[in-house]
């Protein structure tokens, strides 16, 4: 156990909806990433925070957002939905923002468009 | 494009055996790390080494980097079918902070 929660595990919605995911970075934790992972995929970056602020970004799409709240966790945000975006999506967090900081992955939440 | 790829994609051996698996990148990088995945599951820190360095290890783990060729390799020695997963290298932006994962190696050890 990596110590980060993510919610929902599974999430099975249709296309055009607006779903939320939410992660808990391990206690202490400052940094929270999240990534997206389509079928038999690598690890796609979307976006970082460090102690509520965005740190970096990666391909994130313009109908997703993100944020991280006062208590450290986050939600990633999705709308308009496509068929497209069922994947895996896991957050991650690291005790610090650097580069050379070990992520801790969430066990991830299944997203389903149909 | 993405800025790690691992090579190869499928990997299939016996127990015992050593598996080398590879990663190539496009950019300077400041890390580069190796994450196992069991399957449909979060991926789990293995290693990180330094541009500044040359070769790592951990049990039965040996990575190595060749900034000039701008590649690492994973060694797991006396593989143990546990080690059936999806391998996965990482590198850093080193401009920008962003962090790249490849396409991952999928490991199959056979009992």
């Known amino acids: 156990d990596s110590g980060v929660t993510q919610t929902p595990k599974h999430l099975i919605t249709a296309t055009g909806q607006r779903v939320t995911l939410r992660c808990s970075p391990r206690?202490?934790?400052?940094?929270v990433y999240w990534y997206q992972q389509s079928l038999d995929q690598g690890l796609q970056f979307l976006i970082q925070?460090?102690?509520?602020?965005?740190?970096a970004k990666g391909n994130i799409l313009e109908r997703f957002s993100a944020q991280q709240f006062p208590d450290l966790h986050s939600e990633l945000n999705l709308s308009s939905l496509e068929l497209g975006d069922s994947a895996l999506y896991f957050c991650?967090?690291?005790?610090?923002?650097?580069?050379?900081?070990?992520?801790?992955f969430g066990p991830g939440t299944r997203l389903t468009v149909l | 494009s993405q800025q790690g790829e691992e090579d190869p994609q499928a990997l299939s051996i016996q127990e015992g055996e050593n598996a080398t698996m590879n990663c190539s990148y496009k950019t300077s990088i400041n890390n580069l790390q190796w994450y196992r995945q069991n399957s449909g599951r979060g991926l789990v820190h293995l290693i990180l080494?330094?541009?500044?360095?040359r070769e790592k290890h951990s049990g039965r783990l040996r990575v190595t980097l060749d900034t000039s060729k701008k590649s690492s390799s994973l060694l797991i020695t006396a593989s143990r079918a546990a080690d059936t997963a999806s391998y996965f290298c990482?590198?850093?932006?080193?401009?920008?902070?962003?962090?790249?994962f490849g396409s991952g190696t999928k490991l199959n050890v056979k009992p």
């Open positions: 991650a967090s690291s005790a610090r923002q650097g580069a050379t900081d070990t992520q801790y």
């Open positions: 206690s202490g934790d400052l940094s």
């Open positions: 990482a590198t850093d932006s080193y401009n920008f902070n962003k962090f790249y």
């Open positions: 925070y460090y102690n509520g602020e965005e740190r």
């Open positions: 080494i330094r541009s500044n360095e």
